[in-house]
Every structure is written in C-alpha cells, then in structure tokens.
C-alpha cells in the first residue's frame, strides 16, 4: 500500500497580515494589561522597586507592540 503524496505547503492561509498581524496584536494587549495591571498590584503590595519596574517595562512594550500593529494595519487599509 503507498501513500498519499505530500501535499505542498504554502502560505495561502497564513502569513498574509504579516509580522505585525491579528496575534501580535493579541500578545501586544496581554502584555500591556498584564505588565501595567501587575505594577500597580505590586506598587500596591509593596513589591520591590526592580520587580514594579520590570512589570511596567512588560506594559510599556505591550502597549508599543499594539501602536505597531495599529499603525502596520493602517498602513495597509
């Protein structure tokens, strides 16, 4: 019994919003809710300054993942 021969991959599904697409822009909102929400949580906590400031740099990069996806998107349209 042979089998089948493999299909050819392409990138007709994927790839098409490219590098800054709809899940980058996902992650971008996780991290930039996350990092700020768990700063002010720590800030609130008393947490020390270092894991407070890592936080809001994980928020920071969050919310400038998500402007990039944005403007990329806008660009597009």
Known sequence: MRRP???AVGTS??????????R?????ICASVGG?????RGVAD???LLKV???????VLGVTLTAGCVVSYA???
């Open 75 to 77: 660009g597009k349209r």
């Open 5 to 7: 021969p493999a299909k």
């Open 24 to 28: 980058m822009f996902v992650l971008g």
């Open 53 to 59: 400031l890592g936080l809001l740099a994980v928020g």
């Open 13 to 22: 599904g994927r790839g098409r919003s490219g590098p800054l697409g709809s």
């Open 36 to 40: 700020i929400a768990g700063a002010i």
């Open 46 to 48: 008393g947490v020390g």
